[in-house]
């Protein structure tokens, strides 16, 4: 049973359009959430994070937002770019720490 | 720069035979990790060590086994590989000051079993 979940195998977005990406989860000990950005032939590195007790978190391009009642967030990119076309992790933790549970991922195409 | 290094980039082997992968991280952190990822699956963790010589079951450990007797090095054992564990395997590691702290991964080993 999957407790993170990216319904949304692949996206294609143009350039410099917005680019969404959602994540659902069920288990409401989630108290923490990443997103990894993987290219081909290379590890996930972090992209942006979010803790539960905001509902929203920026940087640069990257916005995560978190709607705790509805066990949702997403990541937005804006202006998307030819170089954001990777795959998308999104992942959660509990207060536990230990743990990071994974979503199957999201590859997105920014077409130029 | 955080570098997490990983024996193999790539790797054949046959069925039933004993399998390592390393796994080297130079920044001192004290938790490592292996992770399986598959198709459709995501990243699946097999085991995570958060001190020397210590080691926790992740959510898919059966099959595989693992070392960590340095600091720096964290190593995946196949006792007899079989042929759904042909896979991409990565190794990340994080310091252990709270559940803030993000992964930093290596480049993976893709390991096909025949």
């Known amino acids: 049973d999957q407790q993170v979940k990216q319904n949304s195998p692949s996206l294609s977005v143009q350039e410099g359009r917005i680019s969404i990406l959602n994540c659902d989860y069920t288990?409401?000990?989630?108290?923490?959430f990443l997103w990894y950005k993987k290219y081909p032939a290379e590890g996930p590195t972090f992209l942006i994070s979010i803790s539960s007790i905001k509902d929203k978190n920026e940087d640069g391009r990257f916005t995560v937002f978190l709607n705790k009642s509805a066990k949702h967030l997403s990541l937005h990119i804006v202006p998307s770019q030819p170089g954001d076309s990777a795959v998308y992790f999104c992942a959660a933790r509990d207060l536990g720490g230990f743990k990071t549970i994974f979503g199957a991922g999201t590859r997105l195409f920014v077409k130029a | 720069d955080v570098k997490v290094t990983q024996s193999s980039r790539y790797l054949v082997k046959r069925t039933g035979e004993k399998v390592f992968l390393e796994c080297v991280q130079d920044?001192?952190?004290?938790?490592m990790f292996w992770y399986r990822q598959d198709p459709g699956l995501g990243l699946r963790l097999i085991y995570f060590?958060?001190?020397?010589?210590?080691?926790e079951k992740g959510d898919i450990p059966e099959g595989y086994s693992v070392s960590r007797e340095k600091k720096e090095r964290f190593s995946l054992i196949l006792e007899s590989a079989s042929t759904n564990q042909t896979s991409m395997y990565l190794c990340?590691?994080?310091?252990?000051?709270?559940?803030?702290?993000?992964?930093?991964f290596g480049p993976g080993t893709r390991l096909t079993v025949l």
């Open positions: 060590s958060y001190d020397v010589k210590m080691k």
């Open positions: 288990n409401s000990m989630f108290d923490y």
């Open positions: 920044m001192d952190h004290e938790n």
């Open positions: 990340a590691s994080s310091f252990a000051s709270g559940n803030t702290d993000t992964q930093y």
